[in-house]
């Protein structure tokens, strides 16, 4: 294998979360709320928060690491870096970046974190708010195409056509978020279960999203501390291995109006082989997964795009025994994910996948080794990583 990986050079050491509140409800500003979530991920870990020296983050998070160094009393600012692209698909990219530091010498202990409170700031998941639009924006607005679902909507419905994938594939993706949800008292969606019924007689946002194929919008805070592999024997966890992170996208994914030419993709084709080439393993070396959902249909076509079933398998793969833990092929989202957990850009996703690997989940899979995440759907770049305990090393 090529020297130049990041295959179990670094290791999580530290997760923290704030509570999750509902959108706009936080009775703290952004700023505090990351500070709390670091904190808290010091704490697990076992470390001083003036022992961190880096900071990585994701799509254009406002806490600047400057600032957060001076307020956690850190002795030195060695590395601060932020993953370009909009929405969660540098989640598991800033865990990269931060992995790449430490290999490199850069950074000792470095934090990946995320916050919002967009009661302080601005609401996601709305459309244009000013009186004009321009760029790519004046191709879609004026005929109604201005919310996240809608755009992502369209991808959705031409991969659903073009390899005849039911509604129920959708269904069975919301359904195992809620029902993981259920067993996590942090979830914002806890007490609150959802069934067939429930999920068919909801509301359209847009076709094919009902209202509970559609992330959640929350206020809060998450954080996990990295070091490296030497160093993580040294704390009180045992140490999760970071096997794989990459990022990327696929040939002109980026392309303006709707004009990708693979547009029914999550664009992951290029991310996934060398994820896996980067771990050394395969789909099949998956004990659980967490995958991004903005919407369901973008977690449809990541699952495909990673390689566990082919497009004219879906209808059958996508069922809830398949998708729920402990005894399905593939648990997914077992902390109830952006649909019922929390959304913080997803990074919560991947704090639940360090949990599986430590036995920690409130939806444990037995003898989870391999503990995957993928990042941001349908938006470029995407980023996945692969999580790995002592006997993947």
Known sequence: ?????????????????????????????????????????????????RDIDGFASFSNDRSDPSQLAAALGCRELRYANMQWGGGGGGGSAAIGNAAMAIACGSAECVVVFRALAQGQHWRFGLGPQANGVSGNAAHTVPYGLMSPAQMFAMKVMRFMHEHGVRQEALRAIALASYHHAQSNPRAVMYGRPLDEARYDASRWITEPFHLYDCCLENDGAAAMILVSAERAKDFKHEPCYVLA??????YRAGAGVHNTPDYASASFKTVAPRLYAMAGMGPSDVDVLQCYENFSGGVLMSIVEHGFCTPAECNDYFTLDNLTAPDGDLPLNTSGGNLAECYMHGLGLNIEAVRQVRGTSTAQVPRVEVSMVASGPMVTPVSSCIFGSEATI
């Open 1 to 49: 294998m090529s020297q130049r990986t990041l295959r179990g050079r670094s290791a999580v050491i530290g997760i923290g979360e704030t509570t999750y509140y509902k959108r706009g409800e936080s009775p703290h500003a952004e700023f505090k709320l990351a500070l709390e979530a670091v904190v808290k991920a010091c704490e697990d870990a076992g470390i001083a928060p």
């Open 245 to 250: 992170a990459v990022a990327g996208s696929q």
